[in-house]
């Protein structure tokens, strides 16, 4: 079964330290995965795809087949980087198919 | 340009009462999505729409429809609301398909009691 984890419910860093928020999914076909943002009193937003391989306000993600995995990474977290963060597979074809979201982990970034 | 607007930010229903959810987008988007979000759970797709005159059953459509009679409006309707539909809603809408972003909406807080 197409499934998204992210098995930490909370992050918490100080300012500087490095982030990496885990994002394991199972899937049978070639996957398409996401990064999507929300920021307190805001919409949820994309955040970054691995497909365009870009780095958006210094975050990083890497798809690793054989790990299942797409781990997003900062190398010096920031304050305004609390957020809740969801990693998302794309199920089926772009045209017809569907995101599949994890459970999301809040980032908690202590001054 | 607004974007994807929500209406209503928040609602309390008792159990069994019906309401309709609707949801707006201005950027000539094709695609329409409802999500719910839970604690614990992310966001569950319920239906969506590739289309005007289209809709689809995501993961958790049971208790839920949806109409699309105009490309900008996705409606969501709850014909007998209960409790565990409490939860915050979600539209977005994307321009063709899931290579494109999808934008989302600012959600509506719904309490069933």
């Known amino acids: 079964a197409q499934r998204v984890t992210q098995p930490e419910k909370l992050l918490s860093v100080f300012k500087g330290a490095p982030v990496e928020l885990k994002c394991n999914y199972s899937y049978s076909g070639s996957p398409e995965l996401f990064w999507y943002v929300q920021y307190s009193r805001q919409r949820l937003q994309l955040l970054l795809r691995h497909i365009s391989r870009e780095s958006i306000k210094g975050f990083t993600a890497d798809l690793n087949k054989g790990e299942t995995s797409f781990h997003l990474k900062k190398p010096f977290a920031q304050e305004e980087d609390s957020a809740m963060y969801y990693c998302a597979l794309l199920h089926g074809s772009s045209n017809t198919g569907k995101l599949i979201f994890g459970q999301g982990t809040t980032l908690q970034v202590k001054p | 340009n607004a974007g994807v607007t929500q209406t209503p930010k928040f609602r309390v229903l008792k159990t069994g009462q019906s309401m309709t959810l609707l949801c707006a987008q201005d950027m000539n988007h094709e695609y329409m999505y409802w999500y719910r979000q839970d604690p614990g759970m992310g966001l569950r797709l319920i239906h969506y729409?590739?289309?005007?005159?289209?809709?689809a059953k995501g993961e958790v459509p049971d208790g839920y429809n949806v109409s699309r009679l105009k490309k900008q409006n996705f409606l969501l309707g709850l014909e007998s609301a209960a409790p565990s539909q409490t939860s915050v809603y979600f539209c977005?809408?994307?321009?063709?398909?899931?290579?494109?972003?999808?934008?989302f909406g600012p959600g509506t807080r719904l309490l069933v009691l």
């Open positions: 729409s590739v289309g005007e005159g289209t809709t």
């Open positions: 977005a809408s994307s321009l063709a398909g899931l290579q494109e972003t999808q934008y």
